[in-house]
T-cell receptor, first 115, second 110 residues
Framework: NAGVTQTPKFQVLKTGQSMTLQCAQD?????MYWYRQDPGMGLRLIYY???????DKGEVPNGYNVSRLNKREFSLRLESAAPSQTSVYFC??????????????FGSGTRLTVV | TQLLEQSPQFLSIQEGENLTVYCNSS?????LQWYRQEPGEGPVLLVT?????EVKKLKRLTFQFGDARKDSSLHITAAQPGDTGLYLC??????????FGPGTRLSVLP
């Protein structure tokens, strides 16, 4: 089973460049999320989509945009990359039928370096 | 904003030893989850606890949710090198997204 698939796995950008991180899930989950993980800071929520057609800001949304393309796909876009956006990015999905009952399934991450 | 703290931040032990890691908050959660993350991979869900005082066992791992639903612990018996990884706790409250702690990085030496 594929679960959550993220592309690319690695990326180096120059300051000011743009890019889109792709995420797809095949588990028929309603909700999808984008997190960034930095040393000592845990996972911080950037944006989420509780259901197809909706998106909302998380804890650290500045400098990012998202698109919920359909139920399976949720992309994250950096319009003008900055060195502070160097991080590991994870996409996750779950079903929010009952908050607190269902765990997240994570992708394997995208390691982004902005120079 | 709900915050989760985890302790210790780092732990290095010998194979066969027992250990306990902790997850604490000043907030009440409706449920709490534990994940393990290996290098280069995303976190993988180990367990969800939803009832205050609940204890769940997964082979050599024992998870406990505090009576007040503000804290949790993970106990590993006879640790093995395969237990090495970053252990993350995540707390969820009704109507809100889960909040993740910074993690405990465990190294089990053969």
């Amino acid at each position: 089973n594929a679960g959550v698939t993220q592309t690319p796995k690695f990326q180096v950008l120059k300051t000011g460049q743009s890019m889109t991180l792709q995420c797809a899930q095949d588990m028929n989950h309603n909700s999808m999320y984008w997190y960034r993980q930095d040393p000592g800071m845990g996972l911080r929520l950037i944006y989420y989509s509780a259901s197809e057609g909706t998106t909302d800001k998380g804890e650290v949304p500045n400098g990012y945009n998202v698109s919920r393309l359909n139920k399976r796909e949720f992309s994250l876009r950096l319009e003008s990359a900055a060195p502070s956006q160097t991080s590991v990015y994870f996409c996750a999905s779950n079903t929010r039928a009952r908050v607190g009952s269902y765990g997240y399934t994570f992708g394997s991450g995208t390691r982004l370096t902005v120079v | 904003t709900q915050l989760l703290e985890q302790s210790p931040q780092f732990l290095s032990i010998q194979e066969g030893e027992n250990l306990t890691v902790y997850c604490n908050s000043s907030s009440v959660f409706s449920s709490l989850q534990w994940y393990r993350q290996e290098p280069g991979e995303g976190p993988v869900l180990l367990v969800t606890v939803v009832t205050g005082g609940e204890v769940k066992k997964l082979k050599r791992l024992t998870f406990q949710f505090g009576d007040a639903r503000k804290d949790s612990s993970l106990h590993i018996t006879a640790a093995q090198p395969g237990d090495t990884g970053l252990y993350l706790c995540a707390g969820g409250a009704y109507g809100q997204n889960f909040v993740f702690g910074p993690g405990t990085r465990l190294s089990v030496l053969p």
